[in-house]
């Protein structure tokens, strides 16, 4: 998930704050442009390789964790776009459960640390959420992140795999996409024209079998969340 909006900002914490090196694993290469944007100029080239390739394709997974001595997972890639999730919900379990499922694997055969990006999505449409809050997904991508955390989970327990979870609320900050929430509200606010906080949902949206819609969001800084992100993966797996 380097190639995405907290991976990429995870990498530029990385390189910035920490000695590592990385290997940035993006889907397609037209997600680099905006790495090399956020991580910055110059972004340490001899500190990060950045390769291609599915995290369902266990063969090249594995063999990129082999070539490179990887020791930590730190698993970002997932189809987080509710909307989206629920068009096509086959092709985002394909790449939120089987891609998890795949990295989890290959984490417990290769004796690897693996810190799996989940989100308080999968809590239901609760506010300051705890560890202690019941899982109760309200939503087909909740309902994936869920599956996914409970993997994770059963992984670490019965498997002795050293398994991290991270479980966020939305974040914002540098973000090269205008429909997020924030930078859409900013870009409104510039241009002079009235913010939209929700568009109106379709006629399809607002059938029964969708979810309604939840009038209260919770927000970190992007920078905020990953530099805590890696203090943890250090605090813990080293």
């Given at each position: ?44 080239p ?27 997972i ?30 989890l ?7 690897v ?20 809050t ?34 966020s609320?939305?974040m ?15 870009l ?33 800084y ?17």
């Open positions: 998930g380097a190639g995405g909006f907290i991976g990429a900002h995870f990498i530029a914490e990385l390189l910035h704050n920490s000695t590592h090196s990385v290997i940035a694993l993006v889907h397609k290469f037209t997600s680099v442009a905006y790495l090399t944007t956020v991580v910055g100029s110059p972004y340490a001899e500190r990060m390789t950045i390769r291609t390739g599915d995290i369902t394709d266990h063969t090249k997974m594995l063999s990129l964790v082999r070539s490179y001595n990887i020791k930590v730190a698993h970002f890639a997932a189809q987080p776009i509710v909307s989206i999730a629920e068009a096509d919900p086959i092709e985002t379990t394909r790449s939120n459960i089987l891609g998890t499922l795949t990295l694997e290959i984490a417990r055969r290769e004796k640390t693996i810190l799996v990006m989940s989100t308080d999505k999968v809590y239901g449409n609760v506010i300051d959420a705890t560890i202690d019941p899982l109760n997904p309200q939503d087909f991508y909740g309902l994936t992140k869920t599956s996914v955390d409970q993997f994770a989970q059963y992984y670490h327990k019965y498997f002795d795999t050293r398994v991290l979870i991270v479980r609320c939305n914002y900050g540098f973000d090269l996409n205008p429909s997020r929430l924030i930078p859409s509200i900013i409104d606010c510039m241009s002079g024209k009235d913010p939209t906080i929700k568009a109106p949902l379709s006629r399809e949206a607002q059938s029964a079998s969708y979810p309604k819609i939840f009038p209260a969001r919770q927000f970190v992007v920078g905020d969340a990953v530099a805590a992100i890696r203090m943890y993966l250090m605090i813990v797996s080293i």
